[in-house]
């Protein structure tokens, strides 16, 4: 049974790029210039900030999940014509792995290799409150997270915090965040040469409003609508738990 969850884990993360449109990384040498550079970076760094978490309640000690992850911008903010003029949906899919540790801390990593950026990154949930499964009780919990990522026109560096709030319910747990994305991003290639060696830093909030499912056979479901740089754009979580 095991070995058939990861399989279907997994089987979702490779679908994922059917969703691939013509709104891609390798189109920034050729757009980017210095007047959409901020934008481009502001749009990242909330798009890379989604779907850190999935509920405001940490796993607790012995604690593991595995999950499929995915966020989308639907439509980039409108300075933001660093991969072209026409305004395209973008997607970006992740794993991420995470484990319950002493003290309330549960640790996790996450990577992506997706259109040509390469990601990895980590980060710690810290929860407020004590792990309970009690029905209609509030659960907070603070997260924090940094990564990297590289591209052949471009390199970047992420960190965010968020404080998160959830409501154990009997099928559903309603949950809400908000936070700060930091998004430091090099430029490494580009037509306009003069551009090459650029560095763009940018601070941005970013907020989110979800719903998690505890699924049959260890299955956990979250999604949700967030709020960042670009405006309104969305994420999901199909995971493992323990």
Do not use: C
Request: aromatic share 12%; charged share 15%; proline share 4%.
């Amino acid at each position: 049974m095991k070995k058939l969850l990861f399989a279907v884990l997994f089987a979702a993360l490779s679908a994922s790029p059917v969703l691939a449109s013509d709104y891609k990384f390798d189109n920034f040498a050729a757009n980017v210039s210095a007047e959409n550079l901020e934008a481009f970076t502001k749009d990242m760094g909330g798009l890379l900030g989604s779907g850190t978490y999935s509920t405001g309640r940490i796993l607790g000690w012995g604690g593991f999940l595995l999950s499929a992850r995915g966020a989308v911008m639907p439509k980039p903010s409108d300075e933001n014509t660093a991969l072209g003029k026409d305004s395209e949906v973008m997607y970006m899919p992740w794993i991420q792995g995470e484990i319950g540790l002493p003290f309330r801390i549960d640790g996790f990593i996450r990577a992506t290799s997706w259109e040509g950026l390469t990601l990895a990154g980590g980060g710690l949930k810290w929860g407020i409150t004590r792990p309970v499964d009690s029905l209609y009780s509030f659960q907070t919990m603070i997260t924090v997270m940094a990564q990297s990522g590289v591209h052949k026109d471009f390199s970047l560096t992420h960190y965010n915090a968020n404080l998160v709030i959830s409501f154990k319910m009997p099928v559903v747990t309603p949950y809400i965040g908000g936070g700060v994305d930091y998004t430091k991003l090099t430029v490494e290639g580009a037509n306009d040469t003069s551009l090459i060696g650029k560095r763009e830093y940018t601070t941005t909030p970013r907020a989110s409003a979800g719903l998690n499912f505890k699924l049959p056979a260890y299955m956990d479901l979250s999604l949700a609508a967030n709020y960042a740089n670009y405006g309104f754009g969305g994420e999901a979580s199909l995971g493992v738990r323990f």
